[in-house]
């Protein structure tokens, strides 16, 4: 895009009388304008380090979408999309524009979308030089089809040192990320995470692709040497990014994907990994990813040597790396892959209750999918640490526009036509909950997943779970057969039971908000 076009277009959102506007900068020169401008510190690894503040990690309650009379009916309002007046969305637009006077920006040509059919022109306008990295880096790179194509395109400003106020802009807190679908727009205002830039174009994505007849999916996508795709859903800490990032298989994607007409496809050109306790030895795709030209999020450093310590959560427990997807060594460049064999969802049960491995049907596959199952720690006190139970609708609820069932029912349809087998695989806990059983072995779960996607699991005997249905089969190579049932890994049957009908419940209770399923899905869930 020639400076001409970028300024008049810089314009049209407002922005006036900026101080220098830096165009798509190489990652090399923007490490330079972000440690000069003291943004963060270079790693001995050569990664480019940063803190965010207060907010560490996403803020779905502070995310606005802009209600008009066509979309008010479409989207799903609630917790993770409040509407907003564009009347107000416009008051925001001009404080932020007001703020950015004689301000140096960064701008950044991209893409989302790998399968050139549906592939979106995007542009990132940032305050600061580390995000437009991260833009670059996550991205899609534009090219020159992306500046003549008839794909209409959407820009993100994301200005994280401009705070809201909620009396003057109609916003919770003095940050927001505000949504414009009509014009194409999305603010970002107030914090510094990285990540809302991501996903304010996942959630567009989300938006605009199911009218295409496209299934926009939160998963990680790999393919083997004959061309077998599998898909990986999971929300944070079940092993998403893990299990994909497999050695003996080629990465499409770690974690936005759509599934079209061509087959699947990646929404990005980078990953976004989770590297808490990250380890050389069990990740070692994404320890060597974190090189010159990553950035790290709240990664703690030594402040004399400033090597990474991974174990180090002092500043959050979601701490970051951000790649592109060709520092992994055996990637799919073009991002694409074909129609998926498989599809693995990942739960990290702590409750100690779910299958390590389980065989679903198509109501099963869209029960479990609407569930969006997994546990988390809530905390401990006195020493005690009580498991709470996490559901997010399609494994992404924060990033859902439309209703869960719009996406289910694609699913479904891609299920059937394809004939795709489905697995739920939980890579949580064994022989009790958290406390008192221990984390599955991931090399159990490796060989779990490795079967499944072969579909050497379906030779085996399925067996029903009795109170979540589940066919569980009775032996997959690599994995001893005892940990496969896991009611017989608790000493205490009893205990089992009473934890298995609890977290049952859990599942119906979470299930009632989806109104408008049928019976057989509905019925597919515990008994």
């Known amino acids: 895009m020639s400076m001409m076009m970028g300024e008049k277009a810089l314009e049209e959102y407002g922005l006036f009388n900026l101080g220098t506007v830096h165009w798509n900068l190489s990652p090399a020169v923007l490490t330079e304008h972000a440690l000069a401008r003291k943004e963060g510190l270079l790693a001995s690894n050569g990664a480019f380090t940063a803190t965010t503040g207060p907010h560490t990690g996403r803020s779905p309650r502070d995310k606005f979408i802009v209600a008009n009379e066509e979309y008010a009916t479409k989207i799903w309002w609630g917790t993770n999309n409040h509407p907003m007046p564009r009347e107000m969305f416009e008051v925001v637009r001009r404080s932020l524009a007001d703020y950015l006077q004689g301000r140096d920006v960064y701008v950044l040509d991209a893409a989302a979308g790998a399968d050139p059919q549906y592939r979106m022109p995007i542009q990132i306008v940032t305050e600061l030089a580390w995000h437009n990295l991260f833009a670059r880096q996550l991205f899609l790179r534009a090219n020159e089809s992306d500046r003549i194509s008839n794909n209409p395109g959407f820009t993100i400003i994301c200005v994280p040192n401009f705070q809201t106020n909620p009396r003057i802009h109609g916003t919770r807190t003095d940050m927001a990320i505000l949504i414009d679908f009509e014009e194409r727009l999305a603010l970002i205002a107030g914090t510094h995470y990285a990540g809302e830039m991501k996903k304010s174009i996942f959630t567009v994505l989300n938006f605009i692709l199911p009218s295409q007849g496209v299934l926009p999916m939160h998963c990680s996508a790999n393919i083997g040497d004959g061309g077998d795709v599998a898909l990986f859903f999971g929300l944070s800490g079940t092993g998403k990014t893990s299990l994909s990032a497999d050695p003996t298989r080629h990465l499409i994607g770690d974690d936005e994907h759509g599934w079209g007409e061509n087959g699947v496809f990646n929404f990005e050109g980078g990953c976004y990994a989770k590297c808490i306790h990250l380890s050389q030895k069990y990740e070692p795709q994404i320890w060597n990813a974190v090189k010159f030209g990553a950035i790290c999020e709240n990664v703690v450093l030594d402040p004399n040597t400033r090597v990474p310590d991974y174990d180090d959560e002092s500043l959050t427990e979601n701490t970051r790396a951000a790649y592109p997807v060709d520092f992994i060594d055996n990637v799919v460049e073009s991002g694409m892959g074909g129609q998926p064999q498989a599809i693995i969802f990942l739960s990290a049960d702590s409750f100690g209750v779910l299958p390590p491995i389980s065989r679903l049907s198509t109501e099963q ?33 924060a990033f859902l526009p439309l209703q869960p069932t719009e996406y289910a029912n694609l699913l479904r349809d891609r299920i059937e036509r394809h004939n795709v087998r489905c697995y739920l695989i939980n890579t949580g806990w064994t022989g009790g909950p958290y406390g008192v059983g221990h984390r599955i072995n991931i090399n159990s779960t490796r060989a779990m997943v490795s079967a499944a996607i072969s579909g050497e699991i379906d030779n085996a005997e399925l067996v029903a779970d009795p109170t979540f249905g589940l066919q569980i089969p009775s032996t997959c190579p690599g994995v001893p057969s005892e940990v496969l049932m896991p009611r017989n890994t608790w000493s205490d049957k009893d205990a089992y039971d009473r934890q298995a009908a609890n977290l049952a419940q859990r599942f119906k209770k979470n299930f009632t908000q989806f109104l408008l399923v049928e019976d057989a899905v509905r019925y597919a869930g515990p008994r």
């Not at 006190?381 to 997010?392: D, H, K, L, N, Y």
């Open 365 to 397: 596959a869209m029960y479990y999918f609407l569930s969006g199952y997994t546990s988390k720690l809530a905390g401990t006190e006195a020493g005690v640490t009580t498991p709470e139970a996490t559901f997010s609708s399609c494994f992404g609820a």
